[in-house]
């Protein structure tokens, strides 16, 4: 008699992006085989000085790299993405997506030379592979970068369904449709036994306003500008805004141009693979622009988030190679700041002003919408789906809960729903979803292109830049077992140079004479004569002060 064996269960580990908007990455694990799904970088907070980007730790995937069947990517967006450069150091897998999302993930991992641990592989629409022992279902939907997928995984435990980013457009700009009916028929046949789905806007009551409505505030604000040059800035991988971009251009007579690296990139990539179309004749090189009548023309330009060296801020500070920004000009900021950005975007559109330049920002018209969606849309996905677990993904912790909450109200088993964070395992058996312990899933912290800083030197930069730097060079006669000369005191950001003077004699006093008392009792070496430097030099700093600056104490043998 056959002996049935009941399925192991499946497991799900989340690595990033659950408590905050970034840096997604879970892996999907079925009889110890693992399928990794996105892995995002996060663009440093405000209080992390420094810091290029932060990724998800990596040390759970490393330790495990001969079991990783495949990467799986949602869609392009860089908190999905711009990871696997960093990953692929440490393991080489196969990368799924579609043809758009691979196009868009290869530019760094080729940057960064890796290409050659992996292999891209697009996938259709509604397209079904099998990685390793798992079948990975690729279901459209819609969102602020076009191709962009729902993944569902057909387990030995039933499918488990990851929403991606996404919203419901039923308007959507190239009439591609999140693909409700494939999800509706997934719960009929098969069933949907665990559903993980974006929780972005799950704050925000509501439906998100579809894509193709700035579309027509473009073209009324276009023609309203009518003589004067047109600047918008938007992020380079929304190439269907980018299209209703060019669309507004071409129906006010103007010419189109592309500002910023990744704008002239993604407009070549769009075209080629047939995404974004501009009519002969229609664009120009940027250096061309200046011979045409200002209102002739309309540059797409990157920097729609206030980055520094971006084409946009440099513009607004008059820095900008190609373009001089002035009365004739009117700048459009097609894009909301992502969190953290809004002051970096506030000052850009200050400068704007201040150049004489006429800014149109979402605040004023509705030249953006989101790619996530609100409420009602999360409402309509649990209740296509009808899941029978779930966990809220992709959102800071506040947006994870309210999702929950959502879920709850929409009935479905409070056991069966569970709030995670970044490290979180889950297990789902024939019974549901429960706890399955915890990895490690630690901010790695990249500065340049070198490698990964620790938390320490982040505290040391948050304390330099606080509170300064008091140095002490002392200089001991190793033979006599004096100081060669007094100590010599040197500062950056603690005092003011008047006051400084005067202090630092001071302090090259306390110092000496702390230096003498230890060694006449007998303290000769270096560590020593460290710590009692370092010592007496923080209590003087701290009394005279009441500050605490980072205190380097140099002793030096001579
Ligand atoms: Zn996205
Ligand atoms: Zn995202």
Redesign the pocket.
């Known amino acids: 008699m056959a002996k049935r064996t009941t399925p192991k269960p499946v497991r799900v580990v989340f690595l990033g ?1 659950l408590g905050e ?2 840096r ?1 990455c879970a892996c999907i694990e079925v009889e110890g085989r693992i399928v990794i799904l996105d892995c ?1 970088i996060m663009f440093p907070e405000p209080d992390m000085p420094g810091i290029d980007l932060v990724l998800p730790e990596f040390t759970y995937l490393r330790e495990r790299k001969d079991r990783v069947d495949g990467i799986v990517l949602t ?1 392009g ?1 860089e ?2 993405t711009g990871g696997l450069a960093y990953l692929l150091r440490d393991l080489e897998a196969p990368i799924y997506g579609s043809e758009l999302t691979v196009g868009l993930a290869r530019h760094r991992i080729d940057e960064a030379g890796v290409s050659d641990r992996t292999r891209f592989v697009a996938v259709a629409d509604g397209e079904r592979v099998r990685i390793g022992n798992v079948e990975v279902e690729f279901i459209p939907v819609t969102h602020s970068v076009p191709e962009a997928m729902a993944i569902a995984f057909h387990t030995p435990q039933g499918v488990i369904l990851h929403s991606g ?1 996404f919203k419901l457009d039923l308007q959507p700009v190239d009439g591609r449709r999140t693909d409700l009916s494939r999800m509706g028929e997934l719960a009929r046949t098969e069933g949907v036994r665990l559903l993980l789905s ?1 929780s ?1 806007n799950a704050e925000e009551p509501g439906f998100t306003e579809s894509e193709s409505t700035v579309g027509v505030t473009l073209r009324r604000v276009f023609a309203a500008q009518a003589g004067k040059r047109i600047v918008v800035a938007c992020f380079a991988s929304h190439m269907h805004r980018v299209q209703q971009v060019i669309d507004a251009a071409v129906a006010s007579g103007r010419k189109v141009a592309t500002l910023g690296r990744s704008m002239g990139k993604n407009v070549d990539l769009g075209s080629r693979l047939g995404i974004i179309s501009i009519p002969d004749g229609v664009q120009v090189d940027i250096e061309k622009v200046d011979d045409l009548p200002p209102g002739q023309v309309c540059v797409i330009s990157t920097g729609s988030q206030g980055e520094p060296m971006s084409a946009l801020s440099l513009m607004a500070t008059g820095e900008n190679r190609w373009l001089r920004i002035g009365e004739d000009d009117v700048v459009v900021i097609s894009a909301h700041p992502i969190p953290g950005n809004e002051w970096s975007v506030g000052r850009v559109i200050d400068d704007l002003h201040r150049r004489g330049a006429e800014v149109v920002h979402s605040g004023a018209e509705a030249v953006h919408v989101s790619g996530h969606a609100r409420q009602g849309e999360l409402r309509t996905l649990l209740s296509v789906t009808r899941p029978e677990c779930f966990v809220p993904v ?1 959102g800071e912790f506040r947006h994870m809960v309210h999702h929950a909450r959502l879920a709850l109200s929409m009935g479905l088993d409070p056991a069966k729903v569970l709030l995670c964070e970044d490290g979180d395992v889950i297990s789902l058996d024939a019974k549901g979803i429960t706890r399955d312990g915890e990895v490690p899933a630690g901010y790695v912290y990249v500065d340049g292109t070198v490698g990964d800083i620790e938390h320490g030197v982040l505290r040391d930069r948050k304390k330099l830049a606080e509170e300064g730097v008091v140095m002490a060079v002392v200089t001991v006669d190793r033979q006599e077992g004096i100081l060669s000369c007094p100590p010599v005191i040197e500062t950056r950001g603690w005092v003011h140079a008047a006051e400084a003077e005067a202090l630092l004699g001071e302090a090259s006093d306390v110092v000496g004479a702390a230096v003498t008392k230890a060694l006449k009792d007998g303290a000769h070496d270096i560590e020593g004569l460290n710590r009692h430097t370092r010592k007496a030099l923080g209590k003087f700093v701290g009394d005279r002060t009441r500050r605490r600056p980072m205190i380097v104490p140099v002793v030096l043998m001579v």
């Open positions: 992006g908007i970034g997604n995002g869609h967006h908190d999905h980013d974006d972005t992709h």
